[in-house]
């Protein structure tokens, strides 16, 4: 239990961190571009908008750090990001939220393949050393060393221009209505296919890689000796006793992962013009849309935040030496 | 996701644990034993594709056929004799870019490297040698960093700079890269103040710095290097990105920069793959070369995952496979074994014939 | 091989028998030998230059015998034990030797010549090992229930749920640990009742061997005494044959009926456990005992053994205790000697030690290695 209330305590000032990161960010940089833009849509503008941009950015007030801090805080409070440019005039927060589904399906569906077929191929070749099983290791190495993003433009060019396989680009097909029918569902799922299946390609390796040294270093510890000698089916030891230990530092490091195959994601839908987040901050950079920009960033650190949450209580679920002492 | 080392469990004195293992190895012998690190097969064939990258850094602008961002009739080329990796939607030479591109690459990640680990250097050693409050400051500071997504903190900060040179780009991932590193060091340095080796130094008086410096660092090399390794090639990776994203400034020539000429002028629709496939393969390449130093350095370390040595092979070839709970039995090739058999027969003999000369 | 430099004296009344296999196994046989190992060869190293730990090593352990296995840490006592069980971690290597393996029914099998799936059979159920009850021994993430089912349910498939739980019960309340513990993990246990899960667990299928590879080396004085006394209790209930490997030979005189003494890889003195405490006929075990100081009787002044055991990889020509020894002769410089019967060999056919010094007449062994009963 005091496992959970000391994360959890964590989880709490990393947000705090992250928000105030976000506060001091704009106020720390020179130039002022929110005001030429603000210019630039006068009249479209409603003044509630350009008071709450001016709480989040600091724009000609007179205030001092520490009110413009608290009204930052109570404006959070009240869901309120601002206005996007890019979409002007959506509110951030209403651009955020029809995104965000569509970035967690595609790296919840990317990750947990991943996380699977990666442990239990490095389970299987750790255990197996010195067979032919290790050839998959100089494979998985070159797999790992290549930017996401570039795999993302290999398999486009591949399945989607040379063999017209696969759609290049959208999260479905464009004219088809939302709804939970199977017409629409389908078509997400087809155009999902080749951008889930670049992130797990590329991901799969680091998880290889990871597992195989986790059993390898497993597999030289006393009770793996032991359950050998107490004669055991060889699947009973490699599972059980190896991999089942050896599992617990990758659930720990899925954590430290996780930013960087979330990273990875956003990349690979800017290349595959998938609706999510990603997208989305990719073209609030070209515009240099800072609403939209600093919403996302805090939107993506909640929602790893979240998910580092879940690993911990998987994690707590599969050692349990954590559930004892404090 | 970039391979990690898992350091979480720090490595013991004693590899074989507490079953009985070859002679134990005492704390590290620096003069002899970082010899034996070059002979690794990995690690050297890692280091030579280094060394030649970092030549290319730095001669690559005039050993470029032509100037990469001059333009030429030659519109959207496949590769020729010409140009040898074809060109791009206005005629410019793609090796050229590739090129001249890998200075930039170079000097970022090695840059952001070095600066990273010497922030990892500091806060790890530190926070696991004095422990206590100071050691939950730091370790919250850099478990901040590591859970706090890096690529888009970095997208708002160097967003938010218009035209990010060189320097501000490997700062900015220097200060998203540390973390990592710091909190390996601390596992590593909280293991090595506990042993006897340091307590014998307090109890004789040595000043703090002194027993971080001479005592403890000299035992971390490897895992500085390690973490160093990993640092640039996340660095690599990340400006790559914020170049094909078009963040960072499009004035320098990098791989990622090509990408980003690539992918806004549709060279996928095009089919145009020599405008992105070299530039991917540079990075693959790189980043291979320091994966396999990286790997040198694990089997440094972590001796169990060696598996080199003419003998190793023999013992594969002949089917014989060490495995955790089956030792190998090698009782040698037909010939060795009727050898001996012969041997142990003939004093069998001779034993036999002293006990009846003793009656 | 180590067993030539016999052939050089031939005219004196006591002579030493050649250090074959063959008559290592006679001299230390009753007639009803468990395990016999003969002639053990195992390296370490998988690279070019291998460092040899056992070179040629014969042991015999009889039916319903303690045989202590002593030595100092590194002399290769439990790379012995480990090597005829083929339990050795990377990287070893068994080059050479046989492990016979007499069951009761009469059939003699070579543990080493085993395949993998007869081997996984006869682990556990014929012979079974004691681990020492570190931390490490057990699987953190299961429960000590379960470790104790588990090698049930692998040599015994059809046993059921009940079955099983039941016996684990029963082993647990047998090495004296409470029912209610079945679904402790082992981190929850104290050192001393992880020794004794170890021990239940070997029990688990009433095995015909047990090894003991130091089961009270992490153990305070008071719990020593109690799972020596269980064991001894458990010995006599059960009938098995144990082997006991440990550091502490005074131990062993309490434990066990026969000890052998091991040095650098070579075994250097074999014989009846009470004989070879009171009465050392190998300098390397008088100076053992006089490092121990004696529980009961006059006190002793400990003198310990100058210098340290010498680098497996670089051992010298001859005598491997030849730096160390007070009665080196400049014959334990060339030549290694083999383990054979004593100086006073008719009056003790079933001593063993290999030592120069007893190449010889009676009359020629030091003083203090010369004791005997009578006098």
């Not at chain 2, 594709?49 to 990469?68: H, S, V």
């Not at chain 3, 430099?5 to 250090?19: K, L």
């Not at chain 3, 340290?308 to 051992?315: Q, R």
Request: net charge neutral; proline share 5%.
């Amino acid at each position: 239990m005091r496992f959970f209330i000391r994360r959890g305590i964590f989880y709490v000032i990393t947000a705090w961190a992250a928000v105030t990161i976000n506060f001091f960010l704009p106020r720390m940089m020179p130039g002022d571009p929110i005001t030429s833009l603000l210019v630039k849509y006068q009249g479209q503008i409603s003044p509630d908008a350009i008071q709450s941009l001016r709480v989040l950015f600091g724009l000609d007030t007179q205030d001092s750090l520490w009110t413009q801090y608290i009204d930052y805080w109570g404006q959070l409070f009240r869901g309120d990001l601002g206005i996007s440019f890019t979409f002007f005039p959506v509110p951030v927060n209403q651009v955020l939220s029809s995104s965000l589904p569509w970035t967690l399906g595609l790296v919840g569906i990317a990750t947990i393949l991943s996380v699977l077929i990666g442990t239990a191929v490095g389970m299987i070749i750790g255990w197996r050393r010195g067979t032919k099983a290790d050839a998959v290791l100089p494979v998985a190495t070159f797999f790992s060393a290549v930017p996401y993003f570039w795999f993302g433009l290999i398999a486009i060019l591949l399945f989607a221009v040379t063999w017209k396989i696969f759609p290049a680009a959208k999260g479905y097909q464009p004219g088809l209505i939302p709804g939970w029918n199977w017409e629409f569902i389908s078509s997400v799922m087809y155009h999902g296919t080749l951008p889930a299946l670049t992130i797990v390609i590329s991901s799969v390796a680091g998880w290889i890689l990871g597992m195989r040294n986790m059993m390898v270093t497993v597999g030289s510890e006393d009770y793996v000796t032991v359950a050998q000698a107490k004669g055991l089916k060889e699947r009973t030891v490699m599972v059980g006793y190896a991999a089942r230990n050896a599992v617990l530092p990758q659930v720990s490091s899925f954590a430290l992962a996780l930013g960087f195959i979330v990273g990875g994601t956003l990349v690979m839908e800017m290349v595959f013009s998938y609706p999510g987040i990603g997208y989305v901050l990719f073209q609030a950079i070209g515009a240099k849309d800072y609403p939209l920009m600093q919403g996302s960033f805090l939107v993506i650190t909640l929602s790893i935040l979240v998910m580092n949450m879940l690993a911990d209580v998987v994690y707590a679920f599969l050692d349990p030496r954590t559930r004892q002492e404090g | 996701m970039t391979a990690t080392t898992n350091y979480e469990v720090p490595p013991e004195s004693n590899p074989a644990g507490s079953l009985p293992g070859a002679p134990r190895s005492k704390r590290a012998r620096v003069g002899g034993t970082q010899f034996l690190f070059l002979r690794n097969a990995k690690a050297l064939s890692g280091l030579v594709i280094l060394g030649l990258f970092t030549l290319i850094a730095i001669i690559g602008p005039w050993i470029a056929p032509y100037d990469p961002d001059a333009f030429s009739p030659d519109i959207v080329q496949p590769p020729s004799w010409a140009h040898l990796m074809g060109t791009t939607h206005l005629g410019q030479d793609v090796f050229s870019q590739v090129l001249v591109g890998t200075r930039y690459v170079m000097v970022v990640g090695f840059i952001s490297g070095i600066v990273a680990t010497i922030l990892a250097v500091i806060v790890g050693v530190t926070a696991g040698y004095l422990g206590g409050f100071s050691d939950e400051v730091l370790s919250l500071t850099s478990n901040i960093f590591l859970v706090i997504p890096a690529l888009p903190l970095i997208i708002i900060i160097a967003g938010q700079i218009d035209d990010a040179g060189m320097l501000i780009i490997a700062a900015v991932i220097s200060l998203t890269a540390w973390a990592w590193g710091a909190r390996v060091l601390r596992a590593q340095t909280m293991s090595h103040r506990r042993r006897d080796y340091v307590e014998a130094a307090r109890a004789n008086g040595e000043s703090t710095p002194r027993i971080i410096l001479a005592e403890i660092l000299p035992n971390l090399t490897a895992i500085i290097a390690s973490s160093f390794v990993g640092t640039v090639t996340f660095a690599v990776l990340t400006q790559v990105t914020l170049a094909f994203i078009g963040v960072t400034s499009i004035n320098d020539w990098s791989w990622g920069t090509i990408l980003y000429w690539a992918q806004s002028n549709q060279a996928l629709i095009r089919g145009a793959w020599w405008w992105f496939v070299p530039a991917g393969l540079a990075i693959a390449a790189l980043g291979v070369a320091l994966a396999l130093v990286n790997f040198g350095i694990d089997e440094f370390v972590n001796p169990r995952l060696r598996s080199t040595g003419k003998y190793a092979k023999a013992l594969r070839k002949r089917g014989v496979r060490a495995r955790v709970g089956f030792t190998p039995v090698d009782l040698g090739t037909k010939s060795e074994r009727h050898a001996r058999e012969q041997a142990a027969e003939a004093t069998a003999a001779s034993a036999v014939i002293i006990k009846e000369d003793s009656k | 091989m180590t067993a030539t430099g016999n052939t050089t004296t031939s005219n004196t009344t006591a002579t030493p028998v050649g250090g074959s296999a063959e008559n290592i196994a006679a001299a230390m046989n009753t007639g009803d030998p468990i395990l016999e190992i003969k002639n053990l060869t195992v390296e370490y190293g998988f690279g070019d230059d291998p460092t040899r730990v056992l070179d040629e090593v014969s042991l015999t352990l009889n039916r319903g015998e303690v045989l202590g296995l002593a030595g100092e840490s590194g002399c290769g006592k439990s790379t012995l034990a480990y090597g005829a069980t083929r339990l050795l971690p990377p990287p070893g290597v068994i080059k050479g030797g046989q492990v016979l393996f007499h069951d009761r029914d009469g059939t003699t099998t070579d543990i080493l010549k085993l395949n993998d799936s007869d081997l996984r059979a006869a682990r556990w159920r014929d012979f079974a090992i004691v681990f020492q009850g570190a931390m490490n021994s057990l699987n953190p993430v299961h429960r000590v229930g379960s470790q104790l089912q588990d090698a049930i349910f692998a040599h015994q498939s059809k046993t059921s749920k009940k079955v099983a739980r039941d016996r684990a019960v029963y082993l647990l309340e047998m090495v004296g640990i409470n029912a209610d513990r079945l679904n402790a993990y082992p981190h929850q246990l104290s050192g001393g009742m992880r020794q004794r899960v170890m021990i239940a667990m070997a029990l688990a299928l009433e095995p015909q061997l047990l090894i003991m590879d130091e089961p009270t080396t992490a153990l305070d004085v008071v719990m020593q005494r109690q799972i020596l006394e269980e064991i001894t209790d458990l010995r006599d209930r059960m009938g098995f044959s144990v082997i006991f490997i440990t550091h502490d030979v005074s131990l062993l005189v309490e434990v066990a009926d026969r000890i052998a003494i091991m040095y650098a890889g070579e075994i250097v003195e074999a014989a009846d456990a009470r004989d070879a405490y009171r009465f050392p006929r190998h300098p390397y075990t008088k100076g053992l005992l006089n490092s121990f100081p004696p529980l009961r009787g006059p006190r002793r002044e400990l003198t310990g053994i100058p210098g340290s055991p010498p680098d497996m990889s670089k051992l010298p020509q001859g005598c491997r205790f030849a730096e160390r020894c007070p009665f080196v002769m400049d014959r334990c410089r060339v030549e290694d000697p083999v383990l054979a019967k004593t100086a006073f060999g008719r009056t003790e056919p079933a001593r063993l030690v290999a030592c120069h010094l007893h190449d010889g007449a009676a009359s020629q062994v030091p003083e203090s290695l010369a004791m005997q009963a009578n006098t």
